[in-house]
């Protein structure tokens, strides 16, 4: 009933520049918080940036000062705005959509923990 699309990874060069962008299709009436993860080859899933419907923001350690994120809640999509990218960067990016409240058959759900299928951003010259 809901699903996240995310598109803008590709190949850059170190200290280049990616926006990433997810959007939540269905019939969705509000989302709770959004984030992005990613998952380097042989290392865990580990959270890049989040914000809420409020937007408060929450970050890695090893972005912060390089990384924003936004969202657009009227259009239910999320932006990772990349700059200053490393090797280190390298990875599949997913995006994340937490407390979807949804209608859908005459009712209203909550959904959680919703992924989208992540896109590769690879940093090398």
């Known amino acids: 009933q809901v699903q996240l699309v995310e598109s803008g990874g590709g190949l850059v060069q170190p200290g280049g520049s990616l926006r990433l962008s997810c959007v939540a299709s269905g019939s969705i009436l509000s989302i709770n918080a959004m984030g992005w993860y990613r998952q380097a080859p042989g290392k865990q899933r580990e959270l890049v940036a989040a914000i809420t419907s409020g937007g408060s923001t929450n970050y890695a350690d090893s972005v912060k000062g390089r990384f924003t994120i936004s969202r657009d809640n009227a259009k239910n999509t999320v932006y990772l705005q990349m700059n200053s990218l490393k090797p280190e960067d390298t990875a599949v990016y997913y995006c994340?959509?937490?407390?979807?409240?949804?209608?859908?058959?005459?009712?209203?759900?909550?959904?959680?923990?919703?992924w989208g299928q992540g896109t590769q951003v690879t940093v090398s010259s």
């Open positions: 994340n959509a937490d407390k979807v409240r949804y209608y859908s058959g005459g009712y209203y759900y909550t959904g959680t923990d919703y």
